[in-house]
């Protein structure tokens, strides 16, 4: 924001109003995927690769940069962690010792009782202050976490969360039961019955976070561990992965194919790439990142082993839906 009004001091540029923010925001799109861009790369080599290891040593990875219509960039990322616990065959009920101490060491769906019914709306988003020195224990880090958890964890739900007329629960399951201790259990989210771990939880509209990221990243995020191989290829196939809007892939490919026979295969995949990229919309901040080379996805090698921590990261102020 500094940088894209130079001539206002950091107490103007801290009253600028939120409308006001947005309207900056697409005028400056060059500045918005630069500093999207640095975040993330410091995020994912100090961080999460980092000598902390905040999530335990990273072993295998795949993380994609996805634009939505909105036109900002977030990620989606599945991770392996080294010697993390054996989770395969688990029934419903409480967690094994060793497997809830190393998943209530990553993720949580707590709130501190005192941020819980503050109201945030007349307050500057902490993502505006210093980030205090990242020493989860210390008092100031601590307090920096919670304040962002009640702004940017805490799920309000919109018209998005029930995109269907016949739809009047929230898709995303909120609120949520508390739970006094990590458990699994059956759910039905997302028009599906799942097998999921769901962490000790005091707050019924928390998103489950990382303390570390959060703090560090100061923007929504979402943290899930992911307990069987079909559920990780099947995340990566429809939704790390998943297709765009409005796009038949399987009927555009049958329609090209009917009359591809007399066509030579480079001519054929010509005529399918400009049947499907001419129709796309991109945003001017995916254009930009495109342009600049920056990769898009990026994975350490083709492993399938559970469990993973998924994991994904929105710009500070962007809300969970998705």
Known sequence: MANALPYKTDGEIAGVAKTQRNDIL????????SHFYHRWTALWDEIING??????HVEDFFWRIEFQARGSPHVH??????????????????????LRAFIELKVSTNISPAMAELDMSSLRHPCTFPTPVATPGDQYFDAHVQSLARVAQVH??????????RRTACRFGFPQELQHESVVQTVFRHNKTKMVISTQRNHPRVNAYNPSILGCWEGNMYIQCLVDACGAAVYTASYVCKQEKNKNSSRTLYKLS???????????????????LNPREVSMQEALWNRSDRPLCRSSREVLTVPALLLQLKNPGERDED
């Open 77 to 98: 990322m599945m991770l392996w962690i080294k010697d993390a616990p054996e989770c395969s065959g688990l029934s419903e009920g409480p967690l094994p010792k060793v």
């Open 26 to 33: 697409a005028e400056n799109p060059d500045l918005a995927v």
């Open 156 to 165: 309000e739900c919109t018209a998005f969360c029930s995109d269907t007329k």
């Open 51 to 56: 000598d902390s290891k905040t999530l335990g």
């Open 258 to 276: 009917k009359n591809a026979s007399s066509l030579s295969v480079k001519q054929q995949s010509r005529k399918v790439m400009i049947r499907v």
